[in-house]
């Protein structure tokens, strides 16, 4: 259990039976008064935020959270299956539980899967990936319109703005945290 | 970990507190910090140390003084509060407190007034100061100068919470309200007294004559910020050993110990009518030097031991 002084920014708990990861926090106490412990908080499964103020007797459940190295093996209709890379177990999570992530994921990547209560939740994935372009358009020498980017199609359909330089069939590496091109990779 | 700097404005600080009442006769004092025995406070949790305590505030070593015939007292101190730690929380701090036998809470509030308006003499010295010694933070500009506004508890509550204190209070949300609808307008223009506050949250505070529903208590609000918590002493012995009762009974369930301070109590009796203050040292240095949070002003944190 974790008392109400244990809370702090991205402490895990959890209420309702649901994970929760504390975003913002603040201690305050008025003069003579009771202590106070506001909190802005994360569903982890939902994403679903809410503030929250707590008082000095409140006690949380410590969320059972497991991290395990899974590999993406493939997706079908709206599921994206992995891997167990020590015990080959094998899961699946859906488009939504993924949200953006889907945008960076290709066949035997290896990823960080969050499991609550042994259920699959959340995915992190790599801060840098590889991926192939598929589809750009070519760069039209003396183009004087000005733009010092053209938009192109990696291979799991995402589509991002980069150098016009960037031809289709190259590497280009992309930073999943903010879904930005980061540089041309040569192999 | 304070650099020289920061060392520098805190040594300045601790001196210009110490000029200011020397110069109006006050007697300094350094009282024991380990105590056989605590005020009883229900919100306040102490360090223990082999069956003693450490003090979590001087207020009952001063007052002893008090009764003893000492009129006029300061101190510069530590003080230690378990569990307290946060942006303007340390649990360890630095309390200046003061008392001056004959005055009420209004004399001392116009003291506070001067102390603070004297401490800004000097702006060069405080990164937080502009040139006419106004305080800056976020972009805006407290003016010092006198007199400094005043609200009372309930029309505080009234303006930003569009409910009266008395109800916050019965529906046990006061606290609540006060840190989170009510605090961060405060002192913003200009630093601002809250006072006459509920008679339940004053333990140690005399009611007021025509209102005993009230104690005559206040705090200094700069920025948002608490700075310090004043008032009129209660001096009757039987209404403060009632109210000691009251937080004792709150307290049952503790793994401490609490006692009834007799000889406290007993010291009361022989002493005057009298207004003190504590006042948050290292948080009025975290507004003169401009820093966001205490811990920047303190010479050393327990985590860089």
Redesign the interface.
Known sequence: MYSA?DLRKGLKVQIDGEPYIITEF???????????Y?TKMRNMITGNQFTQ?YR?NDKFEKPDLEERTMQFLYSQDNEYHFMDTTSYEQIFLTREQLGDNVNFLVDNMEVQVLFFDNRPIDVSLPIFVNLVVTRADPWVKGDTSGTDTKPVTVETGYQLQVPPFINEGEKIQIDTRTGEYITRVKE | MATSVTLQRRSVLLQAVRSFFLSRRYLEVDTPVLLPLLIPESQIVPFCCEGRFLQTSPELCMKHLLARGCPRLFQLCHCFRRGESGRYHLPEFTMLEWYHAGWSYLELMAEVEELVRTLAGNPDDFPGLDRQGNLVREQRTVALHRPWSRMTVDAAFLEFAGIPAREALADGRFDEILVTEVEPNLGWEQPLFLYDYPVTLGSLARPKKDDPSLAERFELYICGIELGNGFSELVDPEEQRRRFEREIAMMTGRERQVVMPERFLASLAAMPETAGIALGFDRLLMLFSGAGTISEVVPLAAEEL
Do not use: V
Not at chain 1, 29 to 36: D, I, M, N, S
């Open positions: 002084s603040e201690f305050s106490k008025p003069g003579k008064g009771q202590a106070l506001r103020t000095s």
